[in-house]
C-alpha cells in the first residue's frame, strides 16, 4: 500500500487551517517583485460597476454581455480569480483565504497579465505580476506597441494574456516529494476561477497550449536569474489568451475565425527584449532544502517543443445543455438564485462535515453536468469552462455515494467522455451493475455500479479522514494516464492534474450554489482505489480527491473582509 503523494506525513486540516504545523516556517505567502512600479487597482463593492450576473447565467450561452477591458473590468477579474476572499483568523494567527483554492492554503500560483494600453493602468503596453494582498499590478517590463501588436495580430481585438506561475518551494517546504503535482492541481484550479471570472464580464479565455516551457518562462521574466538571487524561482506553467466575446471579429457576419494555440517565435524574441524592473522578494527565512527527486520531476514533465495547432472560433449560438436545461426562461436551479460574485467571494475548503446532510438528485446531476465537456461539439463551442482546455478530456469519476435523495447509496462512475465507456468498463470490474440511477438525465453517462453502505470505505481510501464519508458524496478522479502520455509525452503528465484542478473549481462553486461545501483531497491511497474499482495497470490512475457535502463551522475562527470592504 502506498500513498500517492509518495510520502507518509499528512496532517488534520483542522491543523492545517488553525497554522499549528510549523506556522513559523511557513514561507511568505505573497510574492512582491522588490523595485517594480505598484498600480493599485479599484476596491469595488458588490454593486458597482462591472455589476455580476446571476450564478446560473454563466452557464446560459448568450447572456452575458461583454465588457470593455477598463481598469475596472480588470479589477473584477483579478477579483474573482486570484484575490483574496477572507481573512481567518484563531488567536494570534491570521491568514488569508483566496478566490483560487490552493493545497493546504499555500497558495504557489503566481498571476501575470500582458495586456496592451488600458486608460488608467498605463500608457503603454506592459507585463504585469499580480499582487493580491494589495490588489495590485506590479510593472515588470513596457513593452514596445509594435512588439505587442505582432504579437496578438492573430486575436480578436482587444485581447491579453494571462499566465501562471508556481513558487514550488511554497508547497514543498510542507509536503515534499508530493509538492510539485500539488502545485499543478493548484495551476488547474487557476486556470479553472480564470476562466469563470473571465464568464462573469462575457470574456472567452483560451490555454496556449502549444507554447514551451521556455516561451512561457521568457514571456514571464522568470527565466531572468538576475531577478531571483536570493530568491525562491518560479516554475513556468501555462499562458491563456482573454477576449471580450462580443467584440471578436466575425461576429457580425457569423464567419469563422482561426486561432492559434501559439505565439510567434520572432515576436516572442522581440517582446522579451525590454527593459525589466524589479526583483523578486524572498520567501523563506531559511535556505529551501534541495529535494532532488522533484528537480528529476520538474526536468522530466518539462514541455520542451512548440505546436503549431490552430482552432476554429464560430460565433454561433452554442447548443443548450438538455440535461440541466439552462435556457434563458427555464426555471432556476438555484432557489436563492445567488450572483456569480457572492458565490466565488463565498467559496470555502470545507474541515468537515456533518455526517447528516443529504443534497437532492436534482442538484447532484446539476453537479455532474457542470463537469460534462461535450466531447461530441468543437472545442470554442464547449460548454464554459471546457472550452478553455485544448486537449481531449482525460479524466473521470469515480463516486462514492453516501446521501442523494432518491438514489441508492454504493459505487457511481461518471464517464465524461462517452466514447471511453467501453475501455473503462472492460479495465474494471466484471461484476459491475452500470445500471442507470432513476431520474438520471438521458445524456448524463452516469451508472451505478454497485449498491452499498460506502462511507467507511470512501475513508479508508483517503487516508482515513472523516470528510469522505461524512459528506453527501465523495469522488476520485481517475485519469487516462498511460495513453495520455504515450500519445502527447512526459509533458502531459502536468496537463492531466490540470484538468482535474478545473473539475475541482467547477464543483467548488456548484457545492456553494447549492447551499452545500465542498473540499479537494489530495491525501489517498491510490492503490487501494484502483482495487475497489478493479484498475490493475497504468492505463487509469487516481489522480485527485474530492468531497461534498454539509459543512461543520469552526467557531474558533473569526471571518475578516479581504479588502476592508464590508461584503
Known amino acids: 500500500m502506498r500513498y500517492h503523494q509518495e510520502t507518509k506525513h499528512h496532517f488534520s486540516r483542522s491543523a492545517r487551517a488553525l497554522g499549528y504545523m510549523d506556522w513559523a516556517n511557513q514561507p511568505d505567502p505573497f510574492r512582491r517583485y522588490e523595485g517594480s512600479p505598484l498600480i493599485s487597482l479599484p476596491l469595488l463593492k458588490p454593486d458597482d460597476a462591472p455589476l455580476s450576473p446571476l450564478y446560473e447565467d454563466l452557464y446560459r450561452p448568450g447572456e452575458i454581455a461583454s465588457a470593455l477591458v477598463t481598469v475596472r473590468a480588470l479589477s473584477r477579474f483579478l477579483e474573482y480569480s486570484l484575490a483574496i476572499s477572507a481573512w481567518k483568523q484563531a488567536g494570534e494567527v491570521r491568514w488569508a483565504l483566496r478566490t483560487n483554492p490552493s493545497s493546504g492554503n499555500l497558495h504557489p500560483t503566481e498571476g501575470y497579465l500582458l495586456i496592451d494600453t488600458v486608460p488608467g493602468l498605463s500608457p503603454f503596453p506592459g507585463l504585469y505580476h499580480y499582487a493580491p494582498k ?29 499566465g501562471f506561475t508556481s513558487v514550488n518551494w511554497r508547497e514543498t517546504w510542507k509536503y515534499g516529494e508530493r509538492a510539485f503535482r500539488y502545485c499543478q492541481h493548484d495551476v488547474g484550479h487557476a486556470i479553472g476561477s480564470a476562466r469563470i471570472a473571465a464568464q462573469t464580464l462575457g470574456w472567452r479565455m483560451l490555454l496556449l497550449d502549444g507554447l514551451a516551457d521556455d516561451t512561457v518562462a521568457a514571456l514571464l521574466g522568470v527565466d531572468r536569474p538576475e531577478d531571483f538571487e536570493g530568491a525562491e524561482r518560479e516554475h513556468p506553467d501555462c499562458v491563456a489568451v482573454v477576449w471580450p466575446a462580443d467584440q471578436a471579429s466575425g461576429v457580425a457576419t457569423g464567419k469563422t475565425i482561426s486561432l492559434p494555440l501559439f505565439l510567434g517565435p520572432d515576436a516572442v524574441r522581440e517582446l522579451t527584449r525590454n527593459i525589466w ?68 467571494r463565498q467559496r470555502r475548503s470545507a474541515l468537515a462535515f456533518d455526517g447528516k446532510t443529504s443534497i437532492s438528485a436534482g442538484s447532484f446531476f446539476t453537479m455532474l453536468a457542470r463537469v460534462m465537456p461535450r466531447v461530441d461539439r468543437d472545442l470554442c463551442q464547449r460548454p464554459m469552462p471546457w472550452d478553455v482546455l485544448p486537449w481531449e478530456p482525460a479524466i473521470h469519476l469515480v463516486l462514492f455515494v453516501h446521501r442523494v435523495d432518491g438514489l441508492a447509496p454504493g459505487l457511481y462512475m461518471l464517464g465524461r467522455d462517452p466514447a471511453k465507456l467501453g475501455s473503462l468498463r472492460q479495465a474494471m470490474h466484471p461484476q459491475f451493475a452500470w445500471t442507470s440511477p432513476p431520474g438520471c438525465p438521458e445524456d448524463l453517462p452516469l451508472f451505478l455500479l454497485e449498491e452499498g453502505d460506502a462511507r467507511q470505505l470512501a475513508a479508508q481510501v483517503s487516508c482515513g479522514q472523516d470528510i469522505a464519508g461524512d459528506s453527501a458524496f465523495s469522488l476520485g478522479m481517475i485519469a487516462e494516464f498511460e495513453s495520455s502520455l504515450r500519445r502527447h509525452g512526459p509533458w502531459f503528465y502536468r496537463r492531466l492534474f490540470w484538468e482535474t484542478g478545473v473539475i475541482g473549481q467547477v464543483l467548488y462553486l456548484e457545492a456553494e450554489a447549492a447551499g452545500v461545501r465542498a473540499t479537494g483531497i489530495g491525501c489517498f491511497f491510490d492503490d487501494p482505489v484502483h482495487q475497489v474499482f478493479g484498475f490493475d495497470d497504468a492505463m487509469f490512475q487516481s489522480l485527485y480527491h474530492f468531497t461534498t457535502g454539509g459543512h461543520v463551522e469552526d467557531p474558533r475562527l473569526t471571518t475578516l473582509p479581504a479588502y476592508s470592504l464590508d461584503y
Open 277 to 344: 524592473q524589479g526583483k523578486a522578494n524572498r520567501l523563506s527565512r531559511d535556505d529551501p532544502v534541495q529535494w532532488e527527486f522533484l528537480d528529476q520531476v520538474e526536468i522530466a514533465s518539462r514541455k520542451s517543443s512548440t505546436g503549431q495547432r490552430v482552432v476554429e472560433l464560430n460565433h454561433s449560438r452554442p447548443a443548450v445543455e438538455t440535461s440541466i436545461n439552462p435556457g434563458a426562461h427555464a426555471p432556476s436551479l438555484y432557489p436563492d438564485q445567488p450572483s456569480a460574485g457572492q458565490v466565488i
Open 134 to 162: 494589495e490588489h495590485a499590478l506590479e510593472l515588470r517590463a513596457e513593452l514596445p506597441k509594435e512588439s505587442f501588436t505582432l504579437l496578438m495580430q492573430e486575436f480578436p481585438p482587444n485581447a491579453f494574456l494571462v
